[in-house]
């Protein structure tokens, strides 16, 4: 299932200006923190819900998402967490970022410090011991925690319920517990739309029967990429 969300007829401009303010951040996480309780599947209790993936268009822009999310968690930011959701799971949203750390260029620096930022709150999180170092270990343990196919990721002290991720994780990654991509960013390509989309389509339990996809930009021009896509999924049946 997929909602096309956010507002139309907006020039490249205009797009530039809207989705890059943290008005616009706080509608997009007021959707997914506060109005996706059946999407997580919350009324199932702790430690059955699902997970979902938030894919957005460049490392600055998940770092931000990062720490805008930890400003409403702690209750240090207008957008606030609602108290169905609190009443639910006291601890949502337990978030990590993941994405590409190089060394070769001036902004290597500053997402290497954010990321060792990120790396702290995961160990914090979990009591785990992942560095910058050490941050293929930390990708794979991210990777088997989101899949939860060890037994000890079926608890609710051990699972996330967001990952943030710019383009990473978005092919050949199978969780089926997630039921949700959420996508704040322009339309990718047909071929990696088909991709990112079947992150969701596993079956997982008897309630998630599908996945869902929600949008945040520029409903018309993904509505025509989803077209796109739809119509190379039948060109590759026919074959």
């Known amino acids: 299932m997929v909602e096309t969300l956010g507002k139309n ?10 989705y890059g303010k943290e008005a616009h951040m706080r509608q997009v996480l007021d959707v997914i923190l506060n109005k996706s309780f059946a999407k997580f599947g919350m009324e199932k209790g702790r430690g059955e819900t699902y997970e979902a993936m938030f894919t957005v268009s460049s490392i600055e822009q998940a770092q931000k998402y990062y720490e805008l999310i930890k400003r409403i968690k702690a209750g240090q930011d207008e957008l606030k967490i609602s108290e169905d959701i609190r009443r ?17 260029d001036e902004a290597s620096k500053l997402n290497q410090d954010k990321m060792k930022e990120a790396l702290d709150d995961y160990n914090d999180m ?13 990708n794979a343990n991210l990777n088997d925690r989101l899949a939860r196919k060890e037994k000890k990721y079926l608890n609710r002290s051990q699972q996330l319920d967001i990952v943030i991720v710019v383009d990473r994780l978005l092919t050949g990654f199978d ?3 997630l039921s949700t991509l959420f996508i704040d960013r322009q339309p990718m390509s047909p071929q990696n739309l088909i991709q990112a989309f079947s992150r969701t389509n ?3 339990d008897t309630k998630k029967q599908y996945g869902q996809i929600v949008t ?6 993904f509505k025509e990429a989803i077209n ?10 026919r074959r």
């Open 9 to 18: 007829g907006l020039t490249p401009e205009e797009e530039e200006r809207t």
């Open 88 to 104: 639910a799971l006291p601890d949502f949203p337990k978030v990590a970022i993941t994405y590409s750390v190089t060394e070769n």
């Open 126 to 138: 979990f009591g785990t011991n992942y560095n910058l170092a050490g941050i293929n270990a930390y």
């Open 175 to 177: 969780v089926p517990c």
């Open 202 to 204: 596993r079956l997982f």
């Open 216 to 221: 945040f930009q520029s409903p018309q021009a």
């Open 228 to 237: 796109s896509a739809l119509s190379l999924i039948f060109t590759w049946w």
